[in-house]
């Protein structure tokens, strides 16, 4: 007998279920609060290194939980301990000493901007579809969510991205541009203004590369 698919994870085609957030969003919202965060506090914008810490920490809940569920079968949806508030709070606090204590203090910022932000991001997400906040996909393993109908494997992010490709050719201009663009673009803009910063850090990655 076959089980509903995750509520945590199907991306909407009808408008009755939670949507997914997307690692491109999940990143321009961690971007924008630490940028924000750090030009209240010192009027400078990120560094590169703290720039490359809050992307690292926007994608990391779903680096570690997507392979294990969807790949390696370890957990049953792909929320579990990497989107966890029983792991990411005592991460971030072990991660913000650490930093203090190197005087890497703004990357350690970072870094937990981003990785909270993500979860944030995922608690929040139903609002743009009209529906009410759910903590349930933080909350492992307090909180396990259903397992999927089916087992695809790691082509499951190509079905979420062909379903994603298709409920947007019925969504109109005004719902695309501030449901899904706006965050976005507004994240480029701000990434620019402040320097293109991280960006460097790949220039120097090819130098590097190219002496070995």
Known sequence: ?????????RPPT???ERP??????HAAVGYLLYSLWTRARTRDPPSD?????VLFGTLLPDLIDKPLSWGLGVFQTGYAIGHSVFVAAPVGVAVGLLAARTDRRRVGVAFVVGYW???AGDVL?????GNPPSVDPVLWPAVIGPPYEESLGLGRGLMYFGDLFESLQTVDSVTLIVAYLL????AIAVWIADGLPGFALLGRLRRWLRTE
Do not use: K
Request: charged fraction near 10%.
């Open 1 to 9: 007998m076959s089980q509903p698919g995750s509520p945590y994870e």
């Open 117 to 119: 932000a993500h979860l």
């Open 49 to 53: 290194l703290a720039a490359v810490a």
């Open 183 to 186: 965050i976005p673009l507004a």
């Open 20 to 25: 997914l957030m997307w690692p491109w969003e």
């Open 125 to 129: 997400n139903p609002l743009r579809n």
């Open 14 to 16: 009808d408008g009755s």
